[in-house]
């Protein structure tokens, strides 16, 4: 059964790095998105992107943040400067196009932990 | 701006003692609204999509149904790998179709 993939699983950087978060969707998918859960908290969006360009952001999606898709599987999502409350797991997401096609399909998250 | 209020919680039953998780929404006009499971540590499993009220989604233990202003997730009979935490999300017109997730229900079968 094909599956969203991230990596890496778990990842740890210092205040102010630059990271960047992989993700492979769905093969004959078409829409992604980029979801992130601080401990304890609800699921967030933060991005939408289809057609290579963003289609919808949320407030917390700021200039810190970017997203590409570099070639024809990956989706990335980057961090330029990352501070403290960036921490949380951070879940890629893919649908397909069509009618009724409206179910996102998540990885299985990369743990941002930063120090 | 969209809502979404889960109840309980949390809810602990005993293997086998059915019961219903609680989703509640406000949203400008609602495209779809859907239930995920999450494990812990896991990224959320679609598990519904329910599009209209009145309509009603089966797969195996669970059941979900919809009104115009909530839905239910109901679980007949459960076992102990039924414990995780139900997520509920919504999803409005005119949007980029993202979802507006609830706190979620964290379920426990004990057996």
């Known amino acids: 059964e094909p599956e969203v993939t991230q990596t890496p699983s778990h990842q740890v950087t210092q205040m102010g790095q630059e990271v960047i978060l992989r993700c492979v969707p769905i093969?004959?998918?078409?829409?992604f998105y980029w979801y992130r859960q601080i401990l304890g908290q609800k699921v967030e969006f933060l991005v939408s992107f289809y057609n290579n360009e963003i289609s919808e952001k949320s407030e917390i999606f700021d200039d810190q943040f970017s997203v590409e898709r570099p070639d024809g599987s990956n989706f990335t999502l980057k961090i330029r400067s990352t501070k403290l409350e960036d921490s949380a797991m951070y879940f890629c997401?893919?649908?397909?196009?069509?009618?009724?096609?409206?179910?996102?399909?998540f990885g299985p998250g990369t743990r941002l932990t930063v120090t | 701006e969209d809502q979404v209020t889960q109840s309980p919680e949390a809810l602990r039953l005993q293997e086998g003692e059915s019961s219903s998780l609680n989703c509640s929404y406000t949203?400008?006009?609602?495209?779809?609204l859907f239930w995920y499971r999450q494990d812990p540590g896991k990224g959320p499993e679609f598990l519904f999509t329910l599009y209209s009220a009145g309509e009603e989604k089966e797969k195996e233990r669970l059941k979900a149904t919809l009104t115009k202003k909530e839905s239910f997730l109901h679980i007949t009979a459960p076992k102990p790998e039924d414990s995780a935490t139900y997520l509920c999300a919504v999803q409005a017109y005119g949007s980029a179709r993202q979802l507006t997730f609830g706190s979620g229900t964290q379920l426990t079968v004990l057996p």
């Open positions: 093969s004959n998918h078409l829409y």
């Open positions: 949203v400008s006009g609602l495209r779809g």
């Open positions: 997401a893919s649908r397909g196009q069509g009618a009724g096609a409206y179910e996102q399909y």
